[in-house]
């Protein structure tokens, strides 16, 4: 019998957290986009200021190939606002399974946590992003009840246009 345990991450799981992002990225074909780094990592999942986000982590066992154990996805999320609801939502950034634990219910299980955290919270909204090519996980998340609102554009300034436009 399969066991799926879900635990929030601590500091010493960042290496693990890094891998996570990096084998997401290379699923996405982003991977030149990484720049993460462990202490970048740790400073904003762990620093002692202030906790960007939070993450918890897949562990998968059962009786036959994984008789420990084993870390097998996570999920990277934080707190956004509504300002039309007045409360907080929960904003997911990143899920990733591990392509030999997919199938199993690991991606339900942290998105069913997740959900159950923005309860929990009193989050009026629970919402990710999904590259549009993705059509497995599209189809995935619409099954769960998931609802694409393809009415809103995602706008993003980053890199030099950030650095520009924070110096007007």
């Known amino acids: 019998m399969a066991i799926i345990d879900i635990q929030p991450a601590t500091p010493k799981d960042v290496p693990l957290i890094l891998d996570f992002i990096k084998s997401l990225a290379e699923y996405e074909r982003l991977s030149h986009q990484v720049v993460a780094t462990e202490e970048i990592l740790h400073q904003s999942l762990f620093g002692a200021e202030r906790r ?59 998105l069913i946590q997740l959900a159950t955290l923005a309860k929990e919270r009193q989050c009026g909204r629970y919402e990710w992003v999904v590259l549009d090519w993705n059509e497995p996980s599209r189809k995935f998340y619409e099954a769960l009840g998931a609802e694409p609102h393809a009415e809103w554009i995602i706008h993003r300034v980053e890199g030099k246009s950030l650095d520009a436009l924070a110096a007007m």
Do not use: C, M, W
């Open 52 to 110: 960007y986000a939070e993450v918890i982590i897949a562990y998968y066992q059962d009786d036959d190939k994984y008789k420990e154990k084993v870390p097998a996805g996570f999920a990277l999320f934080f707190h956004n606002f509504s300002t039309f609801l007045g409360r907080p939502g929960l904003y997911l950034e990143d899920l990733f399974v591990k392509p030999e634990f997919r199938g199993t219910g690991i991606g339900k299980r942290l």
